[in-house]
């Protein structure tokens, strides 16, 4: 049986990966450093090795490479106020991984990086994942660099999962200016589809995965609202008006889920490129609304929250 080691193992991706490769036949090692996720992973996936670690730091874990015939380099700081988070778990845990690899000869390595390399944002995660896809580029070992966009799916704790949290509990959901924010959200079950393709197929190169849907962003939270039948009223309101509530909820949050650089993101009018990935890698698109009824309402996954 082969094995792979899947770091950032704990979070969105990691989570929506791990069910869809045991299923495929692959033995798991997973590594993450959040302990209360870390602690649900090895509770849903007993059957796994699961290693609770700091990957920006030298430490035993790095045995975990020995005899791996695959690593999908999948950690990363999202959100958060302090940049040297952003260096440490994007950069240079990133520089510790490929350290590991070649010191066991791990033959292939998936990268996950992000669309925003591609984007016009300015922030700590969109340096950071730059400089990471950038190092990795360099890299001799074997590697395929997949660049998603907005993702969601189970165990969304940063992202669409937490608006619909916020939207079951809230009697209003705030909407900054107009809404028409053009997106492109990508299905974490599919994102998974196309990583288990790669490591059977071996691909190589750099491919931007976008979602093939275009939607607005009011769009997304009024299907949310349809889906899981939520109450809250949705609210337009001033952009300033939205900037200084995010402000002030930083005052009492060290790590908001949604910060002002998100903000300032999210009104940028962008698009990312889109290619065939179900050709590319034989996988089946999931249609948009049969992918949140399956992320919302899942008996088993839809109701699991992550931790922040």
Known sequence: MATVVVTGAA??????????????????????????????????????????????????????????????????????????????????????IIDAVRAHSVPYVVHISSSVVNSKAEDFYVETKTDQERFIDAVEVPHIVLRPTLMFGWFDRKHLGWLRRFMARAPVFPVPGTGRFRRQPLYAGDFSAIIAAALEKRLTGTYDISGRTEIDYIDIIRLIKQITGAKAAILRIPY????????????????????INQLKALVIP???????????????????????????????????????
């Not at 035993?60 to 999908?72: I, Y």
């Not at 900037?243 to 910060?259: E, I, R």
């Not at 949140?292 to 992550?306: I, K, N, S, W």
Request: cysteine-free.
């Open 11 to 96: 979070g969105l991706v990691g989570q929506n990966l791990i069910p869809r490769l045991k299923a495929k036949g692959w033995s798991v090692v997973g590594i993450d450093k959040h302990p209360a996720n870390t602690a649900r992973l090895r509770a849903l996936h007993p059957d796994i090795i699961v290693i609770e670690a700091d990957l920006a730091k030298a430490g035993a874990w790095a045995d975990a490479f020995a005899g791996a015939d695959a690593v999908v380099l999948n950690q990363a700081q999202i959100g958060g106020l302090d940049r040297s988070e952003f260096v440490a778990n994007n950069v240079t845990a990133t520089m510790r």
């Open 240 to 259: 300033s008006l939205f900037w200084l509530l995010l402000l002030l909820y930083a005052l009492v949050d060290k790590s908001p889920p949604f910060t």
């Open 270 to 308: 962008e698009v990312f490129p889109v290619i065939d990935w179900p050709k590319i890698f034989g996988v089946r698109e999931t249609p948009l609304r049969a992918a949140f009824e399956e992320t919302f309402l899942d008996p088993r996954y839809g109701a699991v929250v992550l931790d922040f």
